[in-house]
């Protein structure tokens, strides 16, 4: 998953699997799309990094946001990092049962 419609529909899958309200996924979604359109701007490359997501909280804070639409940014920044685990997870463990046999 390398594009940016990759990353956003593995999240919407995620969170629809886990059961969250349809505005929920919204709100995550347009949250996560503008966290991407930031790090494809700022040419941050592939990996998604803790520093990456601390920076961009500081900008949204030094944008003057409230804290209430900080905090949406962070939970969707959360809920697809849990989102990428569980693949990276289940590949792994797909690996491990492959070389096993």
């Given at each position: 998953m390398k594009t940016k419609e990759a990353y956003q529909q593995g999240l919407c899958t995620y969170l629809i699997l886990k059961n969250y309200s349809a505005a929920t996924i919204s709100e995550h979604g347009c949250a996560f799309r503008q966290f991407l359109d930031w790090r494809i701007e700022?040419?941050?490359?592939?990996?998604?990094?803790?520093?990456?997501?601390?920076?961009?909280?500081l900008y949204r804070y030094e944008q003057g946001l409230k804290w209430q639409t900080i905090n949406g940014d962070y939970s969707a920044i959360q809920k697809f990092l849990s989102f990428f685990r569980s693949v990276g997870r289940k590949m792994r463990c797909r690996t491990t049962e492959k070389s096993l046999n």
């Open positions: 700022g040419k941050h490359g592939e990996d998604f990094t803790p520093e990456q997501a601390r920076q961009y909280l």
